[in-house]
């Protein structure tokens, strides 16, 4: 219920950066602070703690880079509801707006309820793992069981950023040093990373569910998912293009719904019950083609590759 509490609001960060945009931003200078202020007013730091599990307000789950990329290409589609068209009756139970006083403190807090975001969808995604696998574990075991994925998980997380950033920025600076010289390749250096961005999204895009039913560390999880996405590529981006349209979709129709008193409990129930079935849906399909590959993946030693799960 992350409308109810405190509601701790961005706006140190976005603020600036729209008055800056103003004042340098050129041309579009003035939409981009536009959306800079919408951002501030809408997004609450709260979501995070709800930014990989179907919530309609986090909107978009961003479990997996695929999601992610959406996100950030399409924001209005990906975006979770207006908490500003909320009934009365539901917003009126919103806590008051809290700024935490510096920009350190929020970046602070997204960082401790990002950690607890991890931690949750781990939490809430082993069982339904052990679920599709036909598996029964202890609490202990389970409890051991959502550590580890967690950790690795984490580990992931913290792998992709780093790549992701020995890769920006020397490129960035290389344009940068080439936008003094009178040569702009800003266009060029946009479309270069948003198809390199599409290429590891989807090739990731099972990197989660390898961690999870595999139960295998980040490395081999990301090497496993490319596997799958290499040998049934167009399964794949059917079943990512198709589950991301029905997700966002139905963020839509919530947003509609929730100007109604009962718009937003029937949302909430609805979306948790489509995020679940989504998750278990994306389970299946990762276990039943990564068992394909197993079972005909020639054995240790040999270089038999007659056979094929295709």
């Known amino acids: 219920m992350l409308w109810i509490g405190v509601q701790i609001p961005i706006t140190r960060i976005t603020t600036p950066l729209s008055e800056e945009m103003l004042e340098r931003g050129g041309a579009n200078g003035e939409l981009a602070a536009e959306q800079l202020t919408h951002i501030g007013e809408t997004f609450r730091l709260n979501d995070v703690i709800g930014s990989m599990l179907p919530s309609v307000f986090a909107g978009l789950s961003r479990d997996n880079l695929f999601n992610l990329m959406m996100t950030i290409f399409a924001p209005g589609l990906s975006g979770g509801i207006d908490r500003r068209n909320l009934a009365e009756a539901w917003s009126s139970l919103s806590g008051n707006v809290t700024d935490p006083g510096s920009v350190g403190a929020i ?10 975001s991890t931690l949750i969808t781990v939490g809430w ?3 339904l793992a052990m679920t599709v696998l036909g598996r029964s574990l202890s609490p202990v075991e389970t409890i051991r069981y959502v550590i580890r994925s967690w950790v690795r998980f984490v580990a992931l997380i913290a792998i992709l950023a780093i790549a992701a ?6 490129v960035v600076l290389v344009a940068g040093v080439l936008l003094i010289l009178q040569i702009d390749l800003a266009a060029l250096v946009s479309i270069f990373f948003v198809m390199l961005g599409s290429l ?4 990731a895009r099972f990197v989660l569910e390898s961690i999870i039913v595999n139960d295998i560390g980040p490395v081999s999880a990301l090497k496993r998912s490319a596997i799958l996405t290499q040998t049934f590529f167009g399964p794949t981006v059917r079943f990512s293009i198709a589950a991301m349209l029905i ?4 963020l839509r129709l919530w947003d509609v719904m929730i100007s109604s008193p009962p718009g937003l409990p029937v949302a909430i129930v609805v979306n948790s019950f489509l995020g679940t079935g989504m998750a278990i849906a994306t389970m299946m399909f990762y276990y039943d083609r990564d068992r394909l590959i197993q079972k005909f993946a020639p ?7 007659t056979q094929t799960p295709l």
Request: net charge neutral; no cysteine.
């Open 107 to 116: 970046f602070g807090l997204g960082l401790l309820f990002f950690l607890v």
């Open 125 to 127: 995604r082993v069982p």
């Open 165 to 170: 950033l020995f890769l920006i920025v020397p």
């Open 200 to 203: 590891v999204a989807i090739y």
């Open 247 to 250: 997700a966002t979709g139905a």
């Open 299 to 305: 054995a240790a030693g040999t270089s038999d590759n």
